[in-house]
């Protein structure tokens, strides 16, 4: 099982980690950060498995992934 950690004020929303997310527990937040963007949030931190496609994938590296 694995863990991710999302800096949500550097987020700019962009959804690409969501599109590649293969456990698909990665959504737009309905909140806006202080940049006025919808961050990323995990909906379900136990179906995480540390596979840190997000992390690859995301422009601003607001992740931080543990496995």
Known sequence: MG???I???TCKGCEACVLVCPA???KLSEHLNESGYH????????????CASCYRVCPDIVFEVYR
């Open 39 to 50: 961050p990323v949030s995990c909906i379900d931190q136990t179906k995480c498995t540390g």
């Open 7 to 9: 800096s949500e004020e």
């Open 24 to 26: 698909k527990i990665l």
């Open 3 to 5: 863990r991710v950690i």
